[in-house]
């Protein structure tokens, strides 16, 4: 969850510190009091796009800063981690940071790496799931629905799914290389000869594995050679030579000997002492050995530096070692041998492409099948939802069609189908909000309430699926109000009960609903506007849900009103 929000020279806010607790946060005030640029400040962390007007007047930058906890060792933010190499905290604490200059440059950190504004997105979008009106329109989007029904449907189809992608990705890999090959002959031909002059030139060289690095190995000692005999020889000499070491220690050894024939406890001593005597002995002999053996050769030397520079050049063309040239000359022969046989090849991949586009034909009609099973169930809870917010009459309803044609077909096996990265389905939802009327696109029969309750509903359903940890919603309470108005507050709640949920407000009964009350006022200092942000206790909390009824004339009904709010909240609540 969004556990502290920093915010520094932020369009009127000067410099504002929120910490946040889970459940359900509101956020209430005047209108223009600040509420909604604390949102886009959040939306500015989740990778949202920046502008110089962002920064304070008659200030530098902008900084934001925003302090998660994440207590799922499974997240999936765990996952970016580890794609981009960014280091993050054991106790699952995450900080996003963006500067902005009065300039509209941005500074990005995730952790206090620095990221690019693209990867901030990633972050901010697997934290933090933002819904305002216009980001209302955007969910009803048709283009999402079979990424929403998916996502709904994850538990059941996510291994076809996986099995699909293989198979597409593969036919598609394959597809690529079988139109290179059959469209472009002359560039085929131009680049066989380029292969063959590549191949010959390898073979040439007569690599064998690890030259490179065993030359290496040779030429250091070769180079070092006055160094490594001046010190093997002193070596020696120590132990044999004139320094008589070994003499020294026979001579120990001697006397060692003969106390210990006197001396029970001394035994143990001339053992050990005994052994490493004779282990140095050995070792005066191994090096005399090398020292004989050892023999300086120039030519040799000549010949390796020739045969390094030799490989130098080849490793500028086809590979940073011998071991790597070696493998890319085994792939362009593989290469040579399709290219030289073109029309088998082309056959052979025809054939190939057939039997995969078969597979995968397959595998997408087994995930079109879940689908479908999948948009019932998503319709049955689509529809419960719909009915807590007095949407009951409403018809819900998931179109799946077939891009090209029906997949049960036998004739249009592999043909008509149109496979893409997903299957062959095109998802849509549909939704008739009268009686009477057909099912039409969300966005063509819902007006502003509707869209919200219908948001409010597909967030219930998605919101445990999504994985975010913080879920914002930005008066998407707009033209509703009485019982609609309850219910709203109540499915806000129960999505609270899986996220942490932050909500702009201007209805009461929402407000009645918060475990976190926040009331955001804008005040002047000096000529100057601040927002200050006051965390409300209970009674005052009745006083803001009395004036978002009233206006700014409290009345004894209001309060009272605002009493009876609270405690039918708390009832529901304790349900």
Request: some cysteine; glycine content about 6%; charged content about 25%.
């Amino acid at each position: 969850m969004l556990t502290e929000l920093s915010i520094q020279n932020f369009t009127i806010i000067n410099q504002l510190t929120i910490s946040f607790n889970d459940g359900l946060t509101v956020l209430t005030g005047e209108t223009g009091a600040g509420k909604s640029i604390i949102i886009d400040a959040i939306g500015l962390l989740a990778g949202g796009r920046g502008s110089v007007e962002y920064v304070r007047h008659g200030e530098n930058k902008a900084v934001l800063e925003g302090l998660f906890t994440i207590e799922d060792p499974k997240h999936a933010i765990y996952k970016l981690f580890a794609e981009y190499g960014i280091e993050y905290d054991s106790e699952g604490m995450i900080v996003l940071h963006r500067t902005i200059s009065a300039k509209g440059k941005s500074i990005c950190r995730v952790n206090g790496s620095l990221v690019t504004l693209a990867i901030l997105r990633e972050f901010g979008q697997t934290l933090i799931d933002i819904h305002s009106q216009h980001e209302t329109q955007s969910l009803l989007d048709s283009s999402r629905h079979l990424a929403l029904l998916d996502l709904f449907n994850q538990e059941h189809n996510a291994d076809i799914y996986n099995d699909y992608q293989k198979v597409y990705q593969k036919l598609k890999k394959t597809k690529s290389v079988f139109d290179s090959l059959k469209h472009n002959e002359q560039e085929s031909i131009q680049r066989l000869d380029l292969l063959r002059f590549q191949l010959n030139e390898i073979n040439q060289a007569n690599l064998t594995v690890n030259e490179d690095l065993e030359l290496r190995k040779e030429r250091e000692k070769l180079v070092n050679f006055e160094q490594i005999y001046t010190n093997v020889e002193e070596t020696y000499n120590a132990l044999r030579g004139e320094h008589k070491g070994l003499d020294w220690l026979s001579l120990g050894l001697s006397a060692l000997e003969t106390a210990s024939s006197h001396e029970e406890e001394l035994k143990k001593v001339t053992e050990n002492y005994s052994n490493n005597y004779y282990m140095f002995e050995e070792i005066s002999i191994e090096l005399r050995n090398y020292l004989d053996q050892l023999a300086y050769e120039p030519e040799r030397l000549a010949m390796i530096e020739s045969r390094l520079n030799e490989i130098h050049l080849l490793i500028r063309k086809y590979g940073s070692t011998v071991n790597e040239i070696i493998e890319y000359a085994a792939e362009i022969e593989d290469e040579i041998e399709q290219l030289e046989n073109r029309d088998q090849s082309l056959q052979e991949m025809t054939e190939e492409i057939t039997e995969l586009a078969e597979d995968a034909l397959i595998e997408a009609k087994q995930l079109h099948d879940l689908r479908v099973n999948g948009a019932k169930r998503l319709i049955k809870v689509i529809k419960t939802e719909l009915k807590d917010l007095y949407m009951e009459k409403a018809q819900f309803e998931t179109e799946i069609q077939i891009r090209g044609g029906k997949p049960d077909d036998p004739e249009l096996l592999g043909k008509p189908v149109q496979l893409g990265e997903t299957g062959f389905d095109q998802v849509r939802f549909l939704l008739s909000t009268n009686p009477g009327e057909p099912v039409k696109p969300l966005d063509r029969v819902a007006s502003g309430g509707e869209l919200s309750r219908i948001m409010l509903a597909f967030k219930k359903v998605f919101a445990k699926h999504q994985g975010v940890t913080s879920v914002i919603f930005d008066e998407v309470d707009t033209g509703v109000s009485g019982r609609v108005a309850q219910a709203i507050a109540e499915k806000i709640h129960t999505i609270s009960l899986d996220s942490q949920v932050l909500c702009i407000t201007h209805l009461p009964q929402v407000a009645a609903m918060a475990d976190n009350h926040l009331l955001i006022e804008k005040r002047t200092r000096n000529k100057e506007t601040y927002t200050t942000v006051i965390q409300l206790e209970e009674s005052n909390r009745i006083e803001e849900l009395a004036r978002m009824t009233t206006g700014t004339t409290l009345t004894d009904a209001s309060l009272s009103h605002a009493k009876e709010l609270i405690t039918s909240a708390k009832d529901f609540k304790s349900n």
